[in-house]
């Protein structure tokens, strides 16, 4: 099967690499557990643009994002950001996961339990 390519905005792929080589602590602790088809043999990549956002997690095998948000995700604006992006994704078929920062930093490994439990139901 081929791999689906997913419009995006062209100036979001510098923003994805900038954010590439700048990630927050969780997300790079999320990302010791993602990289090289650790998790359950699927492959993920980082800071990936779709349409007009980018995506912290991405695997195109399981149309699975994973955002993983910090303290201003509290906000209602962009609370209501993060929801618009959740609704494109899921036009596209693709399911969004959010995980805290704390939640990642403090408990990994119930994070990549969800994850995996994810990925189990549905494969």
């Not at 700048?22 to 998790?39: N, S």
């Not at 693709?94 to 403090?106: G, K, S, Y």
């Not at 990994?108 to 439990?117: A, C, G, H, Q, R």
Request: proline share 3%; charged share 35%; net charge positive.
């Amino acid at each position: 099967m081929s791999r689906i390519i997913y419009p995006y905005n062209k100036p979001l792929k510098e923003l994805a690499r900038k954010m590439r080589n700048y990630p927050t602590l969780a997300e790079k602790e999320l990302w010791r557990h993602l990289k090289g088809k650790q998790m359950l043999g699927f492959d993920f990549h980082r800071q990936k643009a779709i349409d007009n956002y980018i995506l912290d997690f991405f695997c195109h095998e399981l149309f699975l994002g994973i955002e993983v948000d910090g303290k201003g995700h509290e906000l209602p604006d962009v609370a209501n950001k993060d929801l618009k992006k959740e609704n494109k994704m899921n036009e596209f078929g693709i399911i969004v996961l959010r995980f805290t920062n704390e939640a990642v930093m403090e408990n990994t490994v119930d994070v990549l339990k969800k994850i995996e439990d994810w990925i189990k139901e549905r494969k």
